[in-house]
């Protein structure tokens, strides 16, 4: 009943994802640009998947599970957004069943299940199809959770194994399991009591019934020692994924902003991001991506330490009646922690997905405590269902508006804009959205809104250029790119783009901007393709060669298709011409040039076969 149930809810709220597309954050990156991943599941593919630590992370079940979509539901988006809703609905059904296995109240459990399936919080989570590792990384917390309840009642190294194999699988997504060891320890205290000597008031905790008494009559007592020795392989486990994720962030340069910011900006992130996590917990509109810092630090900081001075303070006071407070906050602050920003990641401040895992022990303590409450003061049990219903409808409404907010990238970034018109990182993707949509005009104004948050942004200047450059404005263009490469950055983009400026007029010297885009990063397929065709009418070998680079690297790619479809014909190579071709009407069935070329095409292959009798 209660898997039926959140079933129905998850898909009820989230079922317009199923016709949203890729945004231009990570996406590209992630799936609708990697080869490795469009072309499914193969030995190849999986070795590429456990080798890599593209973006700075090394997360091989993430780049497996997109193969696996790629394999199933080819590289439409609709695939992507499945699974992902898919997994978000499993992991709701997993942590009911994780809560129900501790000994929560089935229908507390089942409150809880829906809190986190419906809150729109998580809508992000689910929404970005390149989130999919925060999705695996919290299924595997509640399979190890369940795990954990099964080993309590019987210990032992083969029971302990799949624990540590639950959570080996999330740290393999994402490395936010490196909590689940002492947030484990705080269920040992606070719901399972295994912990002889110490437990924290056995009487208050279960008085009001929101855990039965079960799960703890059947497990055995251990000493604080014995609790903390037991955990070793997953500590263990934590130690060595934290090493990972360290040097694969140093290498990727995700860690360039914990040079540049003092210790003390980065301590002031934690409680600010805390407290910014728990505000939209409680008031979830206005919701945006990667939130930038906000503009007075210090003040922020010092609310933010007053909320949680007063949240730890309120759980003390009120723990022998409400025990299930201090469990909660503990859950929160350990799980939220390494997200908090003490070290810095890439340029956002803080995100609605880093609270994915860290809310769940507040549901968990509002639940609970609000059930508790029920039970102390003698109020019908009737309310507290009733405005649970009211909630669960406000919450699934507002999760239902925020999916329609991430149909496609300029829906997503018009929102961002409006949310916070200083997030600089929005108006270049709004920007980038609208220059594929050849809105030139509105893409300048919102490079130049980036440029007055960001002054001096390389990507926005690149952008910029890009967009008079399509304007026809060539000559602006050419300052901006050649600002870009002033700075000595190395912006493989910024060649490429006064490459495309100069190629008319001076094919050899775009041809050498090209291979110096090419220099910088061998992978870029744009690159490959534009050398190529400037190459068609001097070296039909490198051209091919390119060509075929450029199509291998990103399939999608219209031009290069087109490009290589051409080559094939100037070569009398009519069968993979023909081919290649019919691929570029897949992926583009207005494309006038290769109906155009495919019908000579066709006629050649026929006039050859005709001629073969």
């Given amino acids: 009943m209660a898997t039926a149930l959140l079933f129905l809810i998850g898909l009820a709220t989230y079922h317009l994802l199923f016709d949203a597309g890729f945004v231009s954050l990570d996406d590209e990156v992630y ?45 439409d988006p609709f695939g992507f957004h499945f699974t992902n809703v898919m997994l978000h609905i499993l992991c709701s059904i997993c942590l009911c069943g994780a809560l129900r296995l501790f000994g929560a109240r ?73 909590a689940f060891p002492i947030v484990m320890l705080a269920v040992d205290l606070w719901i399972l009591r295994r912990i002889e000597s110490t437990r924290i008031d056995p009487e208050g905790l279960h008085s009001a019934d929101s855990f039965d008494d079960y799960p703890v009559l059947d497990v055995r007592q251990l000493s604080f020692r014995e609790a903390l020795v037991e ?19 140093q290498q990727a340069g995700a860690l360039s902003e914990f040079i540049e910011e003092s210790f003390l900006i980065r301590l002031m992130n934690v409680p600010s991001t805390m407290s910014f996590a728990l505000l939209h917990l409680v008031w979830p509109f206005d919701l945006g991506i990667n939130y930038l810092p906000p503009q007075s630090r210090t003040s922020v900081a010092m609310l933010s330490v007053a909320v949680l001075v007063l949240l730890g303070w309120g ?33 956002q401040w803080t995100a609605d997905r880093y609270s994915d895992l860290p809310l769940v022990g507040v549901y968990i303590a509002l639940v609970c405590s609000a059930w508790q409450f029920c039970c102390i003061h003698q109020i019908s049990q009737k309310w507290l269902i009733g405005v649970a219903l009211v909630l669960s409808s406000v919450l699934g409404f507002l999760s239902f508006e925020q999916s329609k907010v991430w149909k496609n990238t300029g829906t997503l970034m018009s929102h961002a804009t409006k949310v916070n018109p200083r997030n600089f990182v929005a108006w270049i993707n709004l920007g980038e959205f609208r220059l594929e949509s050849g809105d030139y005009s509105e893409a300048i104004e919102d490079f130049e809104m980036a440029l007055v948050s960001s002054p001096g942004n390389l990507m926005a200047t690149n952008n910029l250029g890009l967009a008079y450059y399509r304007l026809g404005d060539h000559q602006r263009a050419i300052r901006h790119f050649e600002e870009v490469i002033r700075q000595g950055q190395g912006s493989p983009e910024a060649f490429l783009n006064l490459g495309n400026c100069l190629r008319e007029q001076n094919r050899v010297e775009a041809m050498a901007l090209y291979r110096k885009a090419l220099a910088m990063d061998p992978g870029y397929s744009q690159a490959h393709n534009n050398l190529g065709a400037l190459l068609i009418g001097v070296d039909h070998r490198k051209a091919m060669t390119h060509l075929k680079e450029a199509v291998r690297l990103w399939p999608g790619n219209v031009d290069a298709q087109c490009n290589l479809a051409n080559l094939y014909a100037m070569q009398g190579q009519w069968e993979q011409s023909a081919d290649a071709y019919a691929k570029v009407l897949r992926l583009d069935s207005g494309h006038y040039v290769a109906k155009n070329n495919l019908g000579f095409v066709l006629q050649e292959i026929a006039k050859h076969k005709r001629s073969d009798r």
């Fill in 106 to 178: 089935a229908g507390l459990g089942v409150m809880i299940a829906v809190l986190y399936c419906i809150h729109p919080l998580h809508v992000e989570s689910v929404a970005w199809i390149s989130e999919r590792k925060g999705l695996l990384a919290s299924l595997f917390w509640f399979l190890a959770m369940i795990a954990y309840g099964w080993y309590c009642k019987k210990p032992s190294w083969g029971r302990v194994s799949f624990v540590a194999g639950a959570m080996l699988g999330g740290l393999m997504s994402k490395p936010s399991l490196v």
């Fill in 31 to 75: 799936v609708s640009r990697n080869h490795h991943v469009l072309e499914g599941l193969s030995f190849d593919g999986v070795f590429w998947a456990f080798g890599t630590c593209r973006n700075g992370n090394w997360h091989p079940l993430v780049w497996l599970s997109f193969q696996l979509d790629a394999q199933v539901f080819g590289s």
């Fill in 231 to 249: 955990k070793t392989p997953l500590v263990l486990l934590s130690i060595c994924f934290c090493v990972i994720a360290w040097v694969t962030q």
């Fill in 315 to 347: 759980a003390w006071h009120f723990r022998r009646h409400y025990p299930l407070i201090g469990f909660g906050l503990i859950w929160f602050v350990v799980c939220f922690f390494p997200t908090s920003g003490l070290v810095p990641v890439g340029s």
